[in-house]
């Protein structure tokens, strides 16, 4: 075996054995077998060096440079979308700052624990000053426990040191937390007078879909199909701001969500007004919903005239208490169990990629369901 590579007869196949260990470093082999063909055996282990070849030796390699060339690796590769690339490439620099000099050989649990434990009392330099949340620590160890599992899947480390790790207990969220709205006080929002119909009618979208925020401003009227919406694309903010068209959050992110007759008849209805609208200005139509300037939305912005119409709604006693923009996904989400949905459907139409998460967010407990439950089981045993 040898870093170059040994093909060898495998039966009526072919094999090849090669080493991907990092120089200095303990070997790391890799056997693969039943190729076909020569050629095909000598083109997988080459796909393996190519794979492995940035690797270098531990020994001489910090936590702090591993990481920050791990989240390129991955964004360079397409693994990571550049707005994730952007948080991660964030607190892999808080990491690497408060670990400086230690080599990624020598990187214990101990030394995580340490970093948790700072960044959640004091949090980071040139913060607020204030600790970090528990919630925002468990993230910071996420990535910081996938980086190292990939370390250790190429011979970088022994073990992953993450797995070994203590983060601040990140308690379960209450439903209180997020003081999501009545059904009632959601559409006295919706039926506001001095909402502009461009606004409405994306308010209304969302709270009949639960999209995120950049599904909503990546659609295209080609995604209506009669009764459904389909999510193919995200708009999100990139370098500097600027917003660039990507894929869905995640492959669970492409997603085809049927909606209430009275929505699509709005929507068609939105269609032709805005259809004049950008007729006179002699442009077409692409995009579901536009800006004031009939331009596509900019997420920031959704963001922006959602803080101004749920403030005035909440002055005018319209709704009672403020909400981000995200309290829509969750007040939909949680709306999907109150009317009984079951939990795979429930994990579709949220884009999830596991039924557990989509239970443990909105699958909140509910007096009024309890309730219900209670009077069903009771008629079992009294209404006769």
């Known amino acids: 075996?040898?870093?170059?590579?040994?093909?060898?007869?495998?039966?009526?196949?072919?094999a090849f054995d090669i080493d991907v260990g990092p120089t200095g470093a303990r070997r790391k082999r890799i056997v693969r077998t039943g190729f076909g063909t020569k050629a095909e055996a000598s083109e997988a282990m080459e796909a393996q060096r190519t794979r492995f070849a940035h690797v270098r030796n531990?020994?001489?390699?910090?936590?702090?440079?591993?990481?920050?060339?791990?989240?390129?690796?991955?964004?360079?590769?397409?693994?990571?979308?550049?707005?994730?690339?952007?948080?991660?490439?964030?607190?892999?620099?808080?990491?690497?700052?408060?670990?400086?000099?230690?080599?990624?050989?020598?990187?214990?649990a101990a030394d995580l624990d340490r970093f948790y434990r700072d960044i959640f009392t004091v949090g980071t330099e040139g913060g607020t000053g204030r600790g970090l949340s528990a919630s925002t620590v468990a993230q910071y160890h996420?990535?910081?426990?996938?980086?190292?599992?990939?370390?250790?899947?190429?011979?970088?480390?022994?073990?992953?040191?993450?797995?070994?790790?203590?983060?601040?207990?990140?308690?379960?969220?209450?439903?209180?937390?997020?003081s999501l709205w009545e059904p009632d006080e959601v559409v006295s929002f919706l039926t506001a007078p001095w909402l502009p119909d461009h606004r409405r009618i994306m308010w209304e979208t969302a709270f009949g879909t639960g999209f995120r925020?950049?599904?909503?401003?990546?659609?295209?009227?080609?995604?209506?199909?009669g009764g459904a919406l389909t999510v193919r694309r995200t708009r999100v903010c990139g370098m500097g701001g600027r917003p660039y068209l990507s894929p869905p959050k995640s492959a669970h992110g492409y997603r085809t969500v049927p909606i209430h007759p009275v929505l699509a008849e709005r929507l068609d209805e939105w269609r032709a007004v805005q259809a004049n609208q950008l007729f006179a200005k002699g442009l077409g139509p692409q995009y579901m919903f536009t800006n004031s300037e009939l331009g596509p939305w900019f997420p920031s912005g959704i963001s922006h005239h959602w803080r101004q119409d749920v403030?005035?709604?909440?002055?005018?006693?319209?709704?009672?208490?403020?909400?981000?923009?995200?309290?829509?996904?969750?007040?939909?989400?949680?709306?999907?169990?109150?009317?009984?949905?079951?939990?795979?459907?429930?994990?579709?139409?949220?884009?999830?990629?596991?039924?557990?998460?989509?239970?443990?967010v909105y699958g909140h407990a509910d007096p009024r369901r309890a309730r219900e439950a209670g009077e069903k089981i009771g008629a079992l045993l009294w209404s006769r």
């Open 1 to 14: 075996m040898s870093r170059q590579g040994r093909l060898t007869r495998d039966g009526t196949g072919w």
């Open 58 to 108: 531990p020994t001489e390699l910090t936590v702090g440079d591993y990481l920050l060339a791990w989240v390129e690796d991955r964004y360079s590769t397409g693994r990571i979308r550049e707005s994730t690339a952007r948080g991660y490439r964030q607190q892999m620099g808080v990491a690497a700052a408060w670990l400086t000099g230690v080599r990624l050989n020598r990187l214990t």
């Open 142 to 178: 996420r990535v910081i426990k996938t980086a190292l599992h990939d370390a250790a899947r190429k011979g970088l480390v022994g073990r992953n040191e993450a797995d070994y790790a203590d983060p601040p207990k990140v308690e379960p969220m209450s439903p209180d937390r997020w």
């Open 213 to 225: 925020r950049g599904e909503m401003a990546g659609l295209y009227w080609s995604d209506l199909d």
């Open 311 to 360: 403030k005035r709604a909440v002055s005018e006693g319209r709704v009672s208490t403020y909400g981000h923009l995200h309290m829509i996904r969750h007040w939909y989400g949680t709306q999907l169990f109150a009317v009984g949905t079951d939990l795979p459907t429930a994990r579709a139409q949220m884009g999830h990629h596991s039924a557990t998460f989509t239970a443990n």
